[in-house]
């Protein structure tokens, strides 16, 4: 098929209005959905616009993230907004770059049919899919699903008419494709096989792509050399975990068919069958443009059923799958221009997805799920079949019933009407079923409890909004929301994801970590003698006013959402630091507890420091008694009672003023948020300490 400039408008035009009809959906999430993966590149692509560097950079470090095309683009559209208005460019820009996907996959098919209104067709597909609901995230697959089809093209182009240019492209666009998805490694195992097929001998293949060659060559040797240093996992930057244990499983059989089933039921069975059969006949004929999508398509799948079965809870996460969906859409465009259609073709994978139907999972979810956008109908279909094992059978009706559509209309029909009848069927299928994922996404608070159409910028950007975008801040977590780590880690969440100025994070003892796992931490530590910290990277610190750990020195700018945020200034420094209690302030007998105050800044002399102790019983009575050496106080509390204990100490101009706290009586407490693996083991404990506050008030002693 000819191509020129004339015959491209129709493709802008189908990418400029899906551009524009993708983006009202996605335009109205105002809110985080996925964490934290939204997050990350968040953070990323702030970083770019903070730095002006590409190289991903977390928390002011460097971190090992190699798909990062996506946060490069991200930073675009970064600019001086907050993060509100960011993340409304971001979801335009998110849809601009997905529906991009409508150019690489027309010249696809360009290369691959013979109609040009089939390559029409083929962007208009590709960009009807149901996937297209994630570009409402902050996720790589707006890019990498763009960036898939480009490297599938360019490599088309070197396998079928090789030059030492059509190679080097080929080379450029799986760099591309892996820069905006790791998992798209598996890419360059496409090329090898290919040529190899197509030239049918290693020699030939050499001699016909020498830069392809001598590019593998050089891969291969930088990998053994990375390897030998003990490099190896730091190729896959932070998916290196992928490539642990073996690739191959005894499950691998049956969780392949089950994928191959959710990529189809996905695309209205049809195209995925039809599709694969043609271009199956393809390749076996040895015609280049369909071996490369149809090996594509093969080493996708097989990748990502690897990982389910290893890593994914047996979970089929299409999120990972769907890149191939243009292919398989593409063969079915190919085996409705053939003027006889697929038979015997149609066996192979009609018997796979048949089994994968046979045994689905069909996971319900109360909400759309990112990992799987594929499962949105499971609700309805195991609501109407009658659980599970009716809802496999209505789905393998369902297939065998297209495909008997399939079969009617070209035997019935003219080959023109039926493909013209055919193609509006699955049009209309993907945008019904996209309309529904939206539909979906909408119909439900997202997984931060709120709804996603509702902006929260005008409450969670409050540090921006004091600071500015262009201050640097430093957040310390802490046990916010009492007895509920998930409500916790949302908390500092929002407060790192709304506010650009956040840019480290501290985890004081390894506590409260989990909560951004990945993420670089910032070894915080104070000097028990003098409270001086070992680090200072910013001028501000915003700290949980609930802390109970220490408390930093410096002026109060505001207190918003219990979080207090202090101007620390260049050297940090704590006005006091407790020890003996728990990481989140539970007190327990027997345990050396106490708080350490610091003198003021300029002190000369002694000087009397009144500290109040906001405190909380258990199930049972309890107390505490509070000694200095200003003098002893003793609260008494009820069961399930709270108190305030007004206590004062003399602080020498060095060293520090110590109270000692002696609590008394016990209560089983829930377990400790500083740690997964403590939330759910009951504590024994005694009186809970639920805010230390040092008076700005100065007294004589």
């Not at 820009?93 to 010249?107: D, E, F, G, H, W």
């Not at 159409?453 to 802490?478: C, E, H, K």
Request: hydrophobic content about 50%.
């Amino acid at each position: 098929m000819r191509r020129g400039p004339v015959r491209l408008l129709p493709v802008f035009a189908i990418w400029a209005a899906a551009a524009a009809a993708l983006a009202i959906p996605a335009r109205r999430v105002v809110d985080w959905f996925w964490m934290t993966d939204e997050l990350l590149y968040e953070r990323l692509a702030f970083s770019v616009a903070r730095t002006g560097s590409p190289l991903p950079s977390l928390h002011g470090k460097h971190v090992p993230v190699t798909n990062f095309l996506y946060p490069v683009l991200l930073s675009l559209v970064v600019d001086g907004h907050r993060a509100p208005k960011f993340l409304t460019h971001a979801h335009t820009l998110n849809a601009i770059l997905m529906t991009s996907a409508a150019i690489p996959a027309y010249l696809i098919a360009s290369r691959t049919l013979r109609s040009q209104w089939s390559a029409y067709a083929a962007a208009l597909l590709t960009v009807l899919v149901p996937w297209m609901v994630l570009a409402s995230f902050l996720l790589t697959e707006a890019a990498a699903y763009p960036a898939f089809l480009w490297a599938i093209y360019l490599v088309q182009r070197s396998v079928a008419r090789p030059s030492a240019a059509a190679d080097a492209l080929a080379i450029l666009g799986l760099l591309l494709a892996v820069s905006a998805r790791t998992q798209l490694v598996v890419l360059f195992l496409v090329v090898p096989i290919a040529v190899l097929v197509v030239e049918r001998s290693p020699r030939a293949a050499v001699a016909r792509h020498r830069v392809l060659s001598a590019a593998i060559l050089l891969g291969l040797l930088a990998i053994v050399v990375a390897v030998a240093a003990g490099h190896g996992a730091g190729l896959l930057g932070s998916y290196a975990s992928t490539a642990q244990g073996s690739w191959v499983t005894l499950d691998m059989a049956r969780g392949f068919t089950q994928h191959a089933a959710t990529l189809a039921m996905a695309l209205g069975f049809l195209p995925a069958i039809v599709g694969a059969a043609w271009l199956s006949v393809r390749s076996v004929r040895r015609e280049p443009n369909a071996l490369v999508a149809a090996i594509a398509g093969l080493v996708v799948l097989a990748e990502v059923t690897s990982f389910d079965v290893r890593f994914g809870g047996d979970l089929p996460h299409d999120r990972y799958l769907f890149y191939v969906a243009p292919l398989l859409l593409i063969g079915f465009l190919g085996a409705l221009e053939e003027a006889r259609a697929p038979r015997w073709s149609l066996v192979l994978p009609t018997i796979v997805v048949l089994v994968g139907l046979a045994t689905a999972i069909l996971p319900l979810f109360d909400k759309f799920n990112v990992e799987t956008p594929a499962s949105i109908f499971d609700n309805y279909l195991r609501r109407t079949g009658g659980g599970l094992g009716g809802a496999r059978l209505t789905l393998i009706a369902c297939a065998l019933l297209v495909l008997l559509i399939f079969m009617l209309a070209r035997l019935f029909l003219s080959r023109r009407v039926a493909a013209v009848s055919l193609v509006l069927l699955i049009a209309a299928f993907l945008f019904a079923e996209t309309a529904y994922g939206f539909d979906r996404l909408f119909s439900v608070n997202g997984t931060s409890g709120r709804p996603i159409t509702l902006s929260q910028g005008n409450v969670f950007d409050w540090i921006d909004r004091t600071v500015g975008t262009n201050a640097s801040v430093t957040m310390v977590t802490y046990g916010q929301i009492v007895d509920d780590y998930n409500a916790t880690a949302a908390y500092w969440w929002d407060l790192e994801f709304w506010n650009r100025s956040v840019v480290r994070a501290a985890y004081p003892g390894g506590k409260y970590a989990e909560i951004q796992s990945t993420f670089p931490r910032l070894p915080l530590q104070f000097d028990p003698r003098t409270g001086k910290a070992n680090v200072s990277p910013t001028r501000y610190v915003a700290q949980s006013d609930l802390e109970t750990r220490f408390r930093f020195r410096g002026r109060t700018v505001t207190v918003t959402r219990t979080v207090r945020l202090i101007d620390a200034g260049r050297h940090w420094q704590a006005d006091w630091l407790s020890f003996g209690l728990d990481d989140d302030g539970f007190a327990m007998p027997g345990r050396p507890t106490s708080v350490r105050v610091f003198p003021s800044p300029g002190q000369t002399k002694p000087e009397l420091r009144y500290v109040s102790f906001q405190l909380e019983s258990g199930a049972r009575p309890e107390s505490a008694t509070f000694a200095s050496n200003a003098g002893t106080w003793t609260a008494r509390l009820p069961a399930s009672s709270e108190a305030v204990a007004e206590t004062n100490v003399c602080v020498p101009p060095h060293g520090y003023g110590t109270i000692r706290i002696a609590p008394h009586g016990t209560s089983t407490v829930y377990g400790d948020m500083g740690t997964k693996a403590g939330i759910g083991v009951n504590r024994v404990r005694s009186v809970l300490v639920e805010r230390i506050s040092l008076a700005d008030e100065i007294g004589t002693c």
